[in-house]
């Protein structure tokens, strides 16, 4: 029987522990498993066999992360890491060789731009930023060096709503696959994987976990893109790999019985990332903190409701106080991004947005100084209540032109709203507003 999304939430990928009773999901805090006998454990290490191994391969606790978050975005299996930073940096390894290119939403997060742009020059592998909603800029950067397309699904910090379907399109017609991270959108609100995404990775540190309590990543795998059809733009993926005895993954891996009723699923690529990317690069995720962000997860659709409700609230009064210049929040009607937003998040334009303040680069430092219910940290989608001045914190790295192209002007202040009452958000805006000259 089908089942709603809050009650997925709570229950996917846990069950009572069948040897305690314990209906909470127990913390495994463990670095290693007891075989069964020498045949088990030879199996397990050809990959001939599911099973634990050692924990930066995977953990029981981990692993009840990964079947949730895999169910609710639709996916065929999960990697939970240790960070978004690590989801995304096992995603690419898997598809990049040294020389291919990444073609990547200008509109991202500034520490996304900061790793593709200077930590991945590393492993040879280069970066295109365009307009992702453009879709004459999209097509032009695409040549056959391209081995993904990326975007956020909501962008940091300015809540730009990305075409999705458009963007997967294009892709597509170029034989390679689409990567969206849905950090700030969360599976509540957005389903990347319904709109022609291939692989969606998170933040679970974000909205998720919700508690600013863990750090966490997930990569789920789409299962849908035919990496066969791609002849060795893949190799990792379509060619023998001598590490597992010249296994093919695409081979050993693209066709298994293992969805409902027997249906053949693809894991491919959830299985390299692990067993090849995760084992030799080692983000793991601590069970104790895929405990605490599954402790969160039970609760996303309330908070994300609330999250919606109040950010609309605060973005209404924000539009129309007189040292505010422009808002940009995709749930205002009239804003630029209002009817991608009605597609693609119906629920809800998320908890982030930016606005603009007519005293410029001074005004935004000194509001961030002047608050006092909101906490002024590099962070969103807490249940508090977050503002930051994104020009001199987490976007300070770029040039003022790469930061006005990101949504992070000088003039530009990032909230994420939290769940507390509306009015005393509203308010304790209002009173730093009222301390910034005129």
């Not at 399109?169 to 959108?185: F, Q, S």
């Not at 998170?202 to 909205?207: P, V, Y």
């Not at 919606?308 to 929040?329: F, I, R």
């Not at 009817?339 to 303040?357: E, I, S």
Request: hydrophobic share 40%; net charge negative.
């Amino acid at each position: 029987m089908s089942q709603g999304f809050s009650t997925r939430a709570l229950h996917a990928g846990a069950a009572p522990d069948p040897v305690t009773g314990s209906r909470a999901q127990p913390i495994h805090q463990t670095t290693s498993y007891v075989f069964e006998n020498a045949e088990h454990a030879a199996k397990l290490f050809a990959l001939q066999d599911f099973g634990n191994i050692y924990t930066r391969i995977g953990n029981p606790t981990v692993a009840a992360l990964e079947a949730r978050m895999t169910d609710l975005e639709g996916g065929t299996m999960g990697l939970g890491v240790a960070s978004g930073h690590g989801a995304q940096l096992l995603a690419f390894h898997v598809l990049m060789e040294p020389g291919t290119k990444i073609v990547a939403a200008r509109q991202l997060y500034g520490g996304s731009i900061n790793q593709l742009s200077h930590a991945f020059k590393k492993f040879g592998w280069q970066v295109e930023f365009v307009d992702i909603n453009d879709r004459s800029a999209l097509e032009a950067a695409m040549d056959d060096s391209v081995r993904v397309v990326y975007s956020e699904s909501l962008a940091n910090p300015g809540g730009v709503v990305t075409d999705m379907e458009m963007v997967a399109d294009v892709a597509h017609a170029h034989g390679v696959p689409y990567l969206v991270d849905n950090t700030m959108a969360s599976p509540y609100l957005c389903r990347p994987l319904e709109h022609g995404a291939d692989l969606v990775v998170h933040s679970l540190t974000k909205f998720v976990g919700g508690h600013g309590n863990s750090i966490g990543g997930v990569l789920i795998d789409g299962g849908r893109f035919d990496w066969k059809a791609q002849g060795d733009k893949y190799p990792t993926l379509t060619t023998p790999q001598a590490y597992y005895n010249d296994l093919v993954f695409a081979e050993g891996f693209g066709a298994l019985p293992l969805g409902p009723d027997g249906t053949e699923i693809d894991i491919a690529f959830s299985i390299a990332s692990r067993a090849f990317s995760l084992r030799d690069l080692g983000p793991a995720m601590s069970p104790f903190n895929a405990f605490m962000i599954l402790t969160g997860c039970e609760t996303l659709p309330l908070r994300m409701d609330k999250h919606c409700a109040n950010a609309l609230k605060t973005a209404q009064y924000l539009a129309g106080h007189e040292k505010v210049s422009w808002v940009q929040y995709a749930g205002l009607p009239g804003d630029k991004y209002y009817d991608l937003g009605q597609k693609y998040c119906p629920r809800g334009a998320g908890a982030v947005f930016t606005f603009g303040l007519k005293g410029g680069h001074h005004a935004g430092v000194q509001l961030v100084s002047d608050v006092q219910l909101f906490s002024h940290l590099a962070n969103i989608g807490d249940t508090r209540s977050l503002i930051i001045h994104p020009s001199s914190t987490t976007h300070s790295q770029l040039s003022d032109v790469q930061k006005t192209a990101a949504g992070a002007a000088p003039d530009t202040v990032r909230l994420s709203v939290g769940i507390e009452d509306a009015e005393d958000i509203i308010a304790d805006l209002d009173q730093a507003l009222a301390k910034l000259p005129d």
